[in-house]
């Protein structure tokens, strides 16, 4: 069965520092994998997917995340954060039909 | 395009009355889903339409929730009777359907339920 491990419930990091949000994922088959963001009293938008091919994935508001099967892992990426970032993010592992979300991340910037 | 919509956005209720929850996909999108969202956690998914038809209800406690997809378009999410664990946020999601293991979710903006 999937499952889904995000490292650290709560991430702080000044604003123009790197973000890093850490996930890991458990699985017998090939995943799916994405990650959303959640802003306050809003639904989940989508961030960035792998499928197949690339293993580094760039997605909107200038996040990455890279595929690492040797290491089981998708951590999530942005060079330079800023205020706007400030939410919470959720990895997720998709096998056959169904999304396993992890616990989620709130990332907090500090200006 | 207009997004996944969702009714109400808050309610809040008595231990052992009923609710009930709405939702309208974005237009065309075969593939409906409804998540609970307890404070903390990640989104747990209770169950999956396909068209109008249920493909994943594994998750669902079907002594108190119901759902339906009439016409394989809106879908409603009944809780009865509620219970204090009840309390959550209920997001429903729609994808396109055509291949659902990879798939994009559209999340709506949820319903935060409260039960006292």
């Known amino acids: 069965a999937q499952s889904v491990t995000q490292l650290g419930s709560h991430v702080s990091v000044s604003e123009g520092a790197l973000v890093l949000l850490r996930c890991n994922y458990s699985?017998?088959?090939?995943?799916?994998l994405f990650w959303y963001v959640q802003y306050p009293n809003q639904g989940l938008q989508l961030l960035l997917k792998?499928?197949?091919?690339?293993?580094l994935v760039k997605g909107i508001n200038g996040f990455e995340a890279e595929f690492k099967k040797s290491e089981t892992s998708f951590h999530l990426t942005k060079p330079s954060a800023h205020m706007s970032d400030a939410a919470e993010y959720f990895c997720?592992?998709?096998?056959?039909?169904?999304?396993?979300f992890g616990k989620g991340t709130l990332l907090t910037v500090n200006p | 395009e207009a997004g996944v919509a969702q009714s109400p956005r808050y309610k809040i209720i008595e231990k052992r009355q009923s609710v009930a929850f709405w939702c309208n996909p974005i237009?065309?999108?075969?593939?409906l889903y409804w998540y609970q969202q307890i404070l903390g956690q990640g989104p747990k998914l209770l169950i999956q339409?396909?068209?109008?038809?249920?493909?994943?209800d594994s998750q669902l406690p079907k002594d108190r929730f119901s759902a339906e997809r009439l016409k394989g378009v809106d879908s409603t999410l009944k809780i009865q009777p509620a219970k204090l664990e009840d309390s959550a946020v209920y997001l429903c999601?729609?994808?396109?359907?055509?291949?659902?293991?990879?798939?994009?979710?559209?999340f709506g903006p949820g319903t935060r339920l409260t039960v006292l």
């Open positions: 997720a592992g998709g096998s056959n039909y169904k999304l396993t």
């Open positions: 237009s065309g999108h075969a593939t």
């Open positions: 999601a729609s994808s396109l359907g055509s291949d659902r293991g990879t798939d994009t979710q559209y």
């Open positions: 699985s017998s088959v090939p995943p799916y």
């Open positions: 339409f396909q068209n109008n038809g249920v493909v994943d």
């Open positions: 792998y499928t197949t091919g690339a293993t």
